[in-house]
């Protein structure tokens, strides 16, 4: 592909606005400050493919009355002058467009690579990248880089469906939502949850809480599992518990990472977008936030019955998904902990399966001997900490994908994450989820050894 130059695109809004930033702005700001020690300004960045008949300007002017519409892509996020995380809405300007011409050497990823790591918060511009690219002058793809401080994994859906489907009915808006959470009643749900955070990891084995010994150790390691038997394993063991796809999964992820270090009871913070609440389903901008869920590991016990356990805990969990960092912050350090210790010292599992892009191109040839393929993952679209465990896909492919910060976790460890959810997956759908918790640690351990 070859550039083909810039083209400037106008936008309008209700006028500038600042304010403090939402707690969802805030609880993201905080995991990347914290953790995201390689990427501070990687983008989630999807491609939008454009319908057939478009000219370019059909394109320039769709984005820009996108942008228009929703205040999530025209406000900057950046710590104020007191230390307190701010927004600033941007009421009318103007974005430059890149148009990229295709060649017979074609490399959409490369140029998605490129944008998905500009430098999009904190430097006064709007917190995304646009480009468009054409074929002898004919617009096919657009790729819209956005900073995970604009959106979320569950905002990226709202925005490709507005794209595919445009509404015309005004959506809450960022500094709507900041503007509730100032209110009592959520300011109350916020105090419930930051006890439900004490509560649910009283005492609990916080198994990253410190750095590993080794002087050398740091780094970031990212893979993904990519499997067509997972789905359909998924799809029947579901339909045979008569429960939800969510609640096997993080059942399955649970034993898989809890077994390697041994843990009867496995600490959790599950990512949820609070989407499900009312009045969020069009609003575009960061709900995502932690629920903090304690797993309980009895050997045994079934697999059937442990997908039971978690859903109910899980619903728990989803429920507390609303708090104030700061308030957090204060309430564990005064139980002798920080958030630094415990926003990043456990696991964090992120469901987003649905219509959101997959997180990358499905191999064509499974690993030797296995139904499934590992590789490298070169970007990471999920909440960050120190150990992520994220899924993607459909009923025709499912994804697993792990991220690990190497100065807290072991890379071997890291590394067999994946492949011990697959097993856990595989195991209880031969045994029609009757195989005990125990016999799946067993075989998880038994595997690690072999390799």
Not at 27 to 53: H, I, M, Q
Not at 292 to 303: C, E, H, T, Y
Request: aromatic share 6%; charged share 20%.
């Amino acid at each position: 592909m070859n550039h083909h130059g810039v083209k400037t695109v106008p936008f309008s809004g209700s006028g500038d606005w600042g304010g403090l930033a939402t707690w969802g702005q805030q609880g993201f700001w905080d995991g990347l400050k914290r953790y995201d020690c390689t990427s501070w300004y990687r983008n989630v960045a999807p491609v939008w493919t454009v319908p057939e008949g478009w000219v370019l300007a059909d394109v320039l002017q769709m984005l820009g009355s996108t942008v228009s519409r929703y205040e999530g892509l025209r406000t900057d996020v950046r710590e104020g002058e007191d230390g307190r995380l701010r927004q600033h809405v941007c009421g009318r300007g103007e974005f430059p467009v890149e148009i990229i011409e295709a060649t017979n050497e074609t490399d959409l990823a490369g140029h998605v690579a490129r944008l998905r790591a500009l430098p999009l918060i904190g430097n006064g511009k709007l917190p995304f990248a646009a480009a468009v690219v054409v074929e002898e002058g004919r617009p096919r793809q657009m790729i819209w880089a956005i900073s995970h401080l604009a959106v979320d994994a569950s905002s990226v859906r709202v925005l490709l469906s507005h794209l595919d489907a445009p509404r015309q009915e005004p959506p809450p808006q960022p500094r709507d939502r900041a503007e509730l959470e100032a209110g009592d009643q959520l300011a109350q749900a916020a105090e419930r949850s930051t006890t439900a955070w004490l509560r649910a990891l009283a005492g609990a084995d916080l198994p990253f809480a410190a750095r590993r010994p080794e002087p050398d150790a740091g780094g970031i390691l990212q893979e993904t599992l990519t499997s067509r038997s997972a789905a359909t394993r998924l799809e029947e063991l579901t339909a045979a518990l008569g429960t939800d796809a969510s609640a096997v999964l993080l059942a399955a992820v649970s034993v898989a990472l809890g077994s390697p270090l041994g843990l009867r009871t496995l600490p959790l913070q599950v990512v949820t977008s609070n989407r499900h609440r009312s009045g969020t389903e069009d609003y575009l901008g960061v709900l995502a936030q932690l629920g903090p869920m304690a797993v309980g590991l009895d050997p045994d016990q079934k697999f059937g019955d442990a997908v039971g356990q978690v859903r109910r805990r899980s619903l728990r969990a989803y429920s507390s998904a609303l708090w104030s960092p700061a308030a957090l912050d204060s309430t564990l350090r005064g139980t002798g902990r920080s958030a630094d210790e415990v926003l990043g010292a456990t696991y964090t599992f992120n469901d987003v399966r649905g219509g959101f892009p997959a997180v990358m191109d499905h191999p064509a040839q499974p690993d030797p001997g296995k139904d499934y393929a590992v590789r490298p993952l070169p970007w990471w679209p999920y909440q960050g900490g120190r150990c992520g465990i994220a899924v993607a896909g459909d009923q025709e492919v499912l994804q697993f994908a792990v991220r690990a910060d190497t100065a807290y976790v072991a890379p071997e460890l890291a590394r067999s994450l994946l492949p011990a959810i697959d097993t856990v997956l595989r195991l209880a759908h031969a045994n029609s989820a009757d195989v005990l918790v125990g016999e799946l640690a067993a075989a998880i351990r038994g595997e690690l050894a072999d390799h």
